[in-house]
C-alpha cells in the first residue's frame, strides 16, 4: 500500500497549515493512521495518532495545537497544526497499518514519502 502526503510548506510562528495523506486503493481495512516527525539530527518521533474507533493519542509537545482525524471513506488522514511553532520544523511523516486488499489480507505497514514543514520565527 503506497501513501501520498501534501501540504508541507513555510510558514510563520504562529501560524497554521494542514497537512494529508492518502491511502492507495490496494488498502482493504485501516485500523492506525499517524503522523511522525523528524527533525535535523534527530529520531522520528510520534506527533499523533488516529484508531478506527476514533481513539487519538498525541505528543505532549503538540497537545492543544494539532488536531488529527481521518476519512474511512477516502483513506486519508489529516493533521490540523495551529499555533506553529520553530520546533514544530521538520519532516512529516504518515503511517498507515491495516489489511491489503489482497486474497489474503496480507498486513501492511506503510510511510508516506514526507513533507518538510518550515516554521520561521
Known amino acids: 500500500v503506497q501513501l501520498q502526503a501534501y501540504g508541507g510548506g513555510l510558514v510563520q510562528a504562529g501560524g497554521s497549515l494542514t497537512l494529508s495523506c492518502v491511502a492507495s486503493r490496494g488498502a482493504f481495512s485501516i485500523d492506525a493512521m499517524a503522523w511522525y516527525r523528524q527533525a535535523p539530527g534527530k529520531q522520528r518521533d510520534l506527533v499523533a495518532r488516529i484508531f478506527s474507533g476514533g481513539t487519538t493519542n498525541y505528543a505532549d509537545s503538540v497537545k492543544g495545537r494539532f488536531t488529527v482525524s481521518r476519512d474511512n471513506a477516502k483513506k486519508t488522514v489529516y493533521l490540523q497544526m495551529n499555533t506553529l511553532k520553530p520546533e514544530d520544523t521538520a519532516v512529516y511523516y504518515c503511517?498507515?497499518?491495516?489489511?491489503?486488499?489482497?486474497?489474503?489480507?496480507?498486513?501492511?505497514?506503510?510511510w508516506g514519502q514526507g513533507t518538510q514543514v518550515t516554521v520561521s520565527s
Open positions: 503511517n498507515m497499518k491495516g489489511l491489503s486488499s489482497s486474497w489474503y489480507r496480507t498486513p501492511f505497514d506503510s
